[in-house]
């Protein structure tokens, strides 16, 4: 937004935010969701709290999904008034979180703060990595899986965290071409960590050719070939290390 905001008369960014931010928070609270804060440009929220419901994680990743498509038409309405249209990415995580009204006297906050909540925030950065709009941990795909198509995107070691996380891309559905490249890839990554990279490497060519310019299948590509040339040292786990917020 940063870049955005950089060419636009200050009327126009307020009214621009005001309207996504308008769209985004309905969505959020009609899914049980409690909006935290803003942070700039950024909606942060949680589900679960005051009050748990076993299909939080549920709601939380079918409001990413909706807030996506909202955004589809916002930008439509941008484009019709010649104004620049917004891109998201969304980070979401599932575990223990601390929340109550933290601060001082004089300004308090009903907000959730530790370990999980970070973990979500680096996942909304990774979103710019894979140029992906939309990443969740483990934790939340297995709360999902029966009824949100997931793939592996990576594991990853963050910034700040010992432990490797695992996140995966969520999608609503999948048009016919996607589901049989989104097999042939999860394929494709079975091999790639089982060591087997030449294997590996042409179930990535194969998806490639029904996912078109998708950036991850091209990222397991490259790095297939690569370790069929150089193989990984003994006791390579397949984990990135991400160094970037």
Known sequence: FTAIAEGLPPEQIVESLNTYFGLMVDIILARKG??????????????????????????????????????????ARQAKRGWPGFSVGMGLNYGVVTIGNIGSE???????????????????????????????TESVKHKVEKEVTCRL????????????????????????????????????????????FEKAAKFFAYAQEYLPGDTVTQMFLSRSNQYAKNPPPA???????????
Do not use: C
């Open 106 to 136: 004089k300004k308090m906050d009903y907000t959730v703060i530790g370990d999980m909540v970070n973990l979500a925030s680096r996942l909304e950065g990774l979103t710019k990595v894979y140029r992906l709009p939309f990443l969740i």
């Open 235 to 245: 006791g390579w786990n397949g984990i990135v290390t991400i160094t970037e917020k």
């Open 34 to 75: 409690i909006v935290d804060k803003y942070i700039g440009d950024a909606i942060m929220a949680f589900f679960g709290a005051p009050v748990k419901h076993e299909d939080d994680a549920l709601q939380a990743v079918l409001s990413g999904f909706e807030m996506l498509e909202a955004l589809a038409g916002f930008n």
């Open 153 to 196: 995107v990576d594991r990853v070691a963050v910034r700040g965290k010992k432990q490797s996380t695992t996140i995966y891309d969520p999608r609503r559905r999948l048009a016919k071409q996607e589901a049989k490249g989104w097999n042939l890839y999860a394929s494709g990554i079975e091999l790639y960590y089982k060591r087997e």
